[in-house]
Nanobody, 132 residues
């Protein structure tokens, strides 16, 4: 089992920044790729960003590319999401998730990263609200 706890959400004005953290406990953190997803009111949960187990590869949704940065500290069992130039449409509950399956190709990983059903463990979410 892996327990994930997000923090760092809050209210910010458009153009501002927030840094989300997701602290993991339980099984070895470095065995899991990590992802961030978000869900806005009335919408389905969507992929935001993902990072490989070593941190060497990162993937982003087009809507956040160039504004958000995912990173991880395996020594501290924590994954981060730095969010800059925030927009009102970024308002959502943000979730971190852990993916333990090992895939044989990069293309398989990329496909899996964007699919919430591939993730085994989820945090409880943290609210991010961006005012205009």
């Amino acid at each position: 089992q892996v327990q994930l706890v997000e923090s760092g959400g809050g209210l910010v004005q458009a153009g501002g920044s927030l840094r989300l953290s997701c602290a993991a406990s339980g099984r070895s953190f470095s065995n899991y790729a990590m992802g961030w997803f978000r869900q806005a009111p009335g919408k389905e949960r969507e992929f935001v960003a993902a990072i490989s187990r070593s941190g060497g590869s990162r993937y982003y949704a087009d809507s956040v590319k160039g504004r958000f940065t995912i990173s991880r500290d395996n020594a501290k069992s924590t994954v981060f999401l730095q969010m800059d130039s925030l927009k009102p449409e970024d308002t959502a509950v943000y979730y971190c998730a852990a993916l333990g399956t090992v895939y044989s190709s990069i293309s398989s990983y990329v496909t899996a990263f964007k699919n919430e059903r591939k993730y085994e463990y989820w945090g409880q979410g943290t609210q991010v609200t961006v005012s205009s």
